[in-house]
């Protein structure tokens, strides 16, 4: 809209078509210039502008936009204030937990089993900041008319099962996880759920499965797949060729079979049907209702298979094994160990060589620094400083020394409170089947009903008839419960065939 005042000789003004501002231009008389900025200010409030300046200031803004010959060109001398704009309800996600799509490598190539969207989180890790909409303020035209702000949009989302919110900033609240779990986005609530439940197959079509919490999968775990879960993982369905990883117990109904590419590893009890050329490491008790067959198991707990076989496959565990049927007629050789532990030379031996290498490097910086304390007085401000920083490194490395050792013994003593030497046979074992205690071996020579006990007693390794130990073994027999079996560091034992080996070995011996 413009908006014309006085003649054209004078000055005149017009509001701009957003009613924002109001510019004036025209000349500026020379002779009576006051008396025409005068008119031209009565012109303005005649036409209800608001925010001019009064009569001085305006003639002082005329006159000075003016040029030489008195020509005044869009002066503003009136300006609206816009609202300030809202700000909209939004969500900012920590990451993308839904994205589409796989992973590629550098080449460009696609791994179709590990897709981009990961919705796993941990307890207490922030989902998302949720920001609250906020009206800005409202403004005014030249007129003095209101001009509201928009109205923001809302935030569309809330906290939902298992998250809570946490305040930050002014109007900002971090969306938190409670437990371990999978995030999930449904009727505008953030879940956060403990249990993942996969209707069908774990295969191409699902991906990897990777959460913090439970895992059920209702169907089978096809071959390639892989499932990391933090806590307990049901199967209801057979593993075949895939890759487990559990923080917690797996109960798999059908069974395992076949090796995926790293060894299915279970924090704590597992459960399952049979296991069949695969490998399994189980960080508690192991229960097989059917066998274990061609496969490799170490077991810090127990392994069951009372109503089942152990056949052509090698099983340690530490807490001792208990099995129907031991062995196989015409197949390869079964190994069956009790009261040893697989993970002795990672958690102790490796533990105890590391410092080991710490003291050594302790006692070349403390031989190097001696000298230098006998003559402190002497040393120049350099040398000081250096042997300041070699004593700082050794008390480092004595610190250092100190956990090794603490985390070697607290193994150790583990260890010694799970083994149990023992294998007990419940129905029959097969000619050349091993057991291998912590104290030696002993071989089947030929089929043997049961029940029967592999144990070390009198200094040997015998079969002993029943299932419970009877009177007479106890003490002199050295059972191997409840610490014996654990080998000690440096001992040396010499096998059948004069073999001599710095860890203790069991020696081979045949039944009488």
Known sequence: ????????????????????????????????????????????????????????????????????????????????????????????????????????????????????????????????????????????????????????????????????????????????????????????????????????????????????????????????????????????????????????????????????????????????????????????SMVIESEITHSIVRCRGAVEVPRGRIVSGDVTALGGVTVGVAGGEGLSRTVITAGLDHRWEAEVAAREEEARGHERNRARIQSTVRPLLEREKSLTPQQREAATELLARAAEMETTIAELKRQAENHAADSRARAVSRVLVMQRGHADTVFVLPEGRLILDEAREGPFRARFVRGRVMALPGERDTGGEGEEAGNGEGGAGIPSHGEETVRAHGERTGRPQPTERKPS
Not at 52 to 65: C, K, M, Q, S
Not at 204 to 222: C, F, N, P, S, Y
């Open 1 to 284: 809209m413009v908006d014309e005042q006085a003649t054209e000789q004078a000055l005149t003004f017009h509001v701009t078509a957003d009613a924002m501002r109001v510019l004036v231009s025209g000349r500026l008389p020379a002779d009576d210039p006051a008396r025409a900025v005068a008119e031209l200010g009565a012109a303005l409030r005649e036409r209800g502008l608001a925010n001019l300046p009064d009569g001085e200031a305006l003639l002082g803004l005329v006159r000075a936009a003016a040029n030489a010959e008195g020509v005044v060109r869009d002066l503003e001398v009136s300006r609206g204030c816009p609202p300030e704009p809202s700000r909209d309800g939004e969500v900012i996600w920590t990451r993308d937990f839904f994205a589409d799509g796989f992973v590629e490598d550098a080449a460009g190539g696609v791994d179709f089993w590990q897709r981009r969207g990961n919705p796993s989180i941990g307890a207490n890790e922030a989902i998302a900041t949720l920001v609250e909409p906020c009206k800005g303020a409202d403004g005014q035209d030249v007129f003095g008319t209101k001009l509201p702000a928009a109205a923001p949009a809302a935030l569309r989302l809330r906290g939902g099962p298992n998250t809570r919110l946490e305040p930050r900033e002014e109007g900002r609240q971090a969306l938190v996880a409670t437990v371990d779990g999978r995030v999930r986005v449904a009727s505008g609530a953030v879940t956060v759920d403990n249990v993942y439940t996969i209707s069908g197959n774990v295969g191409l079509e699902t991906g990897h499965i990777v959460h913090r919490g439970a895992v059920i999968v209702k169907g089978d775990l096809e071959p390639g797949s892989r499932i990391d879960a933090g806590g307990d993982c049901e199967i209801r369905g057979t593993v075949e060729r895939a890759v487990l990883n559990v923080g917690g117990d797996l109960v798999v109904h059908g069974g395992l079979v076949g090796r995926g590419d790293a060894p299915c590893v279970v924090g704590r009890h597992m459960h399952a049907k049979y296991v069949l050329d695969a490998e399994v490491e189980v960080g508690e």
